[in-house]
């Protein structure tokens, strides 16, 4: 859907993150092809739950290869014969990657099962049964691994900002993937923020989620030029590594706070706006609600549509990230990240993807 004439401010989606700031206080100079082939961009969904073998939904681990998720999920519930809203999955992986996740039917342990299918784009890799079905969200995380080719630059200096990443980490920004092609999930936001009305489902839900997703890379991105992406503000809800709890600081100087913050158990945390959220006070208020300010009919609207506010951590640190140098110009890196984390946000503090 496109939207000439926007009525209601938005940072920019895409347009806004492009030029959004660095940890590394410039872009890199350093510049890569990526996603020459899917085989490129491989991830594997983390899942933390051990499968019973028994239960009445089927879980499917499925490989997918130049597809999106729901397209994999309506042809899961073609082939087993059940509504496409009754197929679980933890979240939605990208289409121009060869991806493996977890899906779940329901399916009555005394029904014959036709056997998995098999397609154009994705294979089942494995199939088993448990007592739940999957929801969004319960995956621990994703393990990427990345394939740069074409490399121009110095590898010294990607190496510096390699470790660098690894050690100290780099800004939690939303990626570009967020906002959908041509920030198409950004304007369908503007028109339910308008009054369009559409039906409760994915798409409504993408496009609220840009919404908030947009507001959010804005005060990260204002931290992020002050310096304070990765430091405590008094007021700060500092968010719980690996959680989405956050508690409130009311002394950020506090020497057990600093300590929890250099080992990455705490983060400084931005606002995904909505109804409530009350759970910033001090310096930390002032500062978000200096951003916001010019955004407030987005703001006002997100609690108009139901949306509850919640948080995000504002610094991200890759889990185990590696790298080599396979050849002249071919960098590979590996590493795991949180669900909801961005692989390209962590690129974007080491290459300018071409």
């Known amino acids: ?20 700031p660095h940890a590394r206080g410039e872009a890199p100079a350093a510049s890569a092809v990526l996603r020459r082939s899917p ?20 879980w499917l681990h499925v490989e997918k290869r130049g597809l999106d998720t729901p397209r994999v999920a309506g042809a899961l ?13 933890a979240g939605l992986k990208d289409r121009h990657a060869l991806t493996r996740q977890w899906f779940s039917l329901p399916a009555p342990v005394t029904a014959e099962l036709p056997a998995p299918p098999s397609a154009d784009g994705f294979r089942c890799l494995r199939a088993t049964r448990h007592r739940r079905k999957l929801r969004r969200g319960t995956h621990a995380g994703n393990r990427f691994e990345l394939t740069l080719r074409d490399f121009e630059g110095e590898r010294a200096a990607a ?7 690894a050690r100290d980490g780099c800004p939690n920004y939303f990626g570009p993937q967020r ?20 039906r409760r489902g994915t798409r409504r839900g993408l496009a609220l989620s840009a919404l908030r997703s947009d507001l959010f890379n804005a005060v990260l991105a204002a931290r992020v030029a002050n310096g304070t992406w990765n430091r405590l503000l008094d007021g700060e809800a500092a968010a ?62 997100l609690a108009r549509l139901g ?6 951590a504002l610094r991200l640190r890759p889990a185990d990230l590696t790298w080599t140098w396979p050849g002249p110009a071919t960098l590979r890196l590996t590493f795991d990240l949180p669900s909801g984390a961005f692989a390209t946000t962590v690129l974007r503090e080491i290459v300018a993807v071409r």
């Open 1 to 20: 859907m496109s939207d000439a004439s926007p009525e209601i401010a938005l940072p920019g989606g895409s347009a806004f993150l492009a030029g959004a």
């Open 307 to 312: 949306v509850d506010a919640d948080r995000r």
């Open 159 to 165: 190496d510096a900002d390699l470790a660098r990443v």
């Open 240 to 301: 719980l590594d690996g959680s989405r709890s956050v508690f409130a600081v009311t002394d950020a100087a506090d020497a057990t706070l600093q300590r929890r913050l250099a080992e990455f158990d705490i983060h400084p945390s931005g606002p995904l706006p909505g109804r409530g959220g009350d759970t910033v006070a001090g310096a930390a208020a002032a500062f978000e609600a200096e951003v916001l300010a010019g955004y407030r009919e987005a703001v006002s609207g």
């Open 77 to 89: 519930a073609a082939h087993y014969g059940v509504r496409e809203r009754d197929v679980g999955y």
């Open 39 to 58: 085989e490129d961009f491989v991830v594997d969904e983390i899942m933390p739950i051990d499968l019973t073998g028994e239960g009445e939904h089927l």
């Open 179 to 198: 906002f959908g092609r041509d920030d198409g999930n950004l304007d369908l936001g503007r028109a339910l923020l308008r009054g369009h009305r559409m």
